[in-house]
Nanobody
């Protein structure tokens, strides 16, 4: 069983920054690719970024150069540093991993960017 708990969301002004955290339970964290997704009101959930167990990263085009995903395997935690935030970044942000052919999601953390 894997549990994911996000934190770090909040209200921030246009151009501001936030750092999201996703703490994972279990000893499998180090071997798993971790993902961040987001879901804006009235829209489908979209993939935002990933980081592999080896540290390779990838991002959706709309956040490249502004967001950075990282992980601390000693703390079983993945981070999403979000800079130069825009109102269109407003969404609930979720982390996700896959283990034993199952998807595991956190409960989400709300990010609101005011214009």
């Amino acid at each position: 069983q894997v549990q994911l708990v996000e934190s770090g969301g909040g209200l921030v002004q246009f151009g501001g920054s936030l750092r999201l955290s996703c703490a994972a339970s279990g000893s499998i964290f180090n071997s798993k690719t971790m993902h961040w997704y987001r879901q804006a009101p009235g829209k489908q959930r979209e993939w935002v970024a990933l980081i592999t167990s080896g540290g390779t990263t990838n991002y959706i085009d709309s956040v490249k150069g502004r967001f950075t995903i990282s992980r601390d395997n000693a703390k079983n935690t993945v981070y999403l540093q979000m800079n130069t935030l825009k109102p269109e970044d407003t969404a609930v942000y979720y982390c996700k991993t896959i283990a034993n052919s199952r998807e595991y999601w956190g409960q989400g953390t709300q990010v609101t960017v005011s214009s």
